[in-house]
């Protein structure tokens, strides 16, 4: 099956600064990658994904890159606000194996 | 709209007791997943649905039963719970396995 390796565990920024966070896969039939943030006490929920047809996707401070070739994908948060402070989750799928696999998570925590 | 609905949100348990950790939703979706969440071990799927009258096992399975007789619903059941099933429970629903996955928000079941 797949596996999904998410780095780091852990992320502390300043206020203002960019925070990214690193994926890979192993799967070479997964074809989509979304990314979920998760608040204390809160389900996950969905902020951005990309499919394997695709190189970047952005959607204002949040963008996604995915290099198929080495089977890894980033989140990219720029401008970063202390209510970006949460858990980030990638994830991979496909739409013959029926199960969503997820990386270990990354707690991200932005410093005023 | 309401999404994916879980319940109940808090359980306390007895080793050995039975129970049933219900979740509905109401956007038509055909692909239903329930996962725990322990720290530091991210997302774990237990079963999977990709529709009325089909489930499957995920990741971890063992201890718990699902079924899928109506759309709407995928219920979770405990046989004999354990301490070892002392965890925060999420239901997420898709319309698709490469498709949005949209959680509740999660069952913390404490069983002692």
């Known amino acids: 099956g797949e596996n999904v390796e998410q780095h780091p565990s852990t992320l502390s920024v300043q206020e203002g600064d960019s925070a990214v966070i690193k994926c890979t896969y192993s799967d070479s039939a997964s074809n989509y990658f979304p990314w979920y943030k998760q608040e204390l006490g809160k389900g996950p929920q969905l902020i951005i994904d990309?499919?394997?047809?695709?190189g970047e996707k952005k959607d204002q401070r949040i963008a996604v890159t995915l290099n198929k070739t080495a089977k890894h994908f980033s989140l990219h948060i720029t401008e970063t606000q202390p209510e970006d402070s949460a858990v980030y989750f990638c994830?991979?799928?496909?739409?013959?194996?029926?199960?969503?696999?997820f990386g270990t998570g990354t707690s991200l925590t932005v410093i005023p | 709209n309401a999404g994916v609905t879980q319940t109940p949100k808090f359980q306390v348990l007895k080793t050995g007791q039975s129970m049933t950790l219900q979740c509905a939703q109401d956007?038509?979706?055909?692909?239903m997943s329930w996962y725990r969440q322990d720290p530091g071990m991210g997302l774990r799927l237990i079963h999977y649905?990709?529709?009325?009258?089909?489930?499957d096992q995920g990741e971890v399975p063992n201890g718990y039963n699902v079924s899928r007789s109506t759309t709407e619903d995928f219920p979770l059941r405990l046989l004999s719970a354990a301490p070892s099933q002392t965890s925060v429970y999420f239901c997420?629903?898709?319309?698709?396995?490469?498709?949005?996955?949209?959680f509740g928000a999660g069952s913390r079941l404490t069983v002692l």
């Open positions: 994830a991979a799928s496909s739409n013959t194996g029926n199960q969503f696999y």
């Open positions: 997420a629903s898709s319309y698709s396995s490469d498709n949005v996955l949209t």
């Open positions: 649905s990709v529709g009325a009258g089909i489930t």
């Open positions: 990309i499919r394997s047809n695709v």
């Open positions: 956007m038509n979706h055909e692909y």
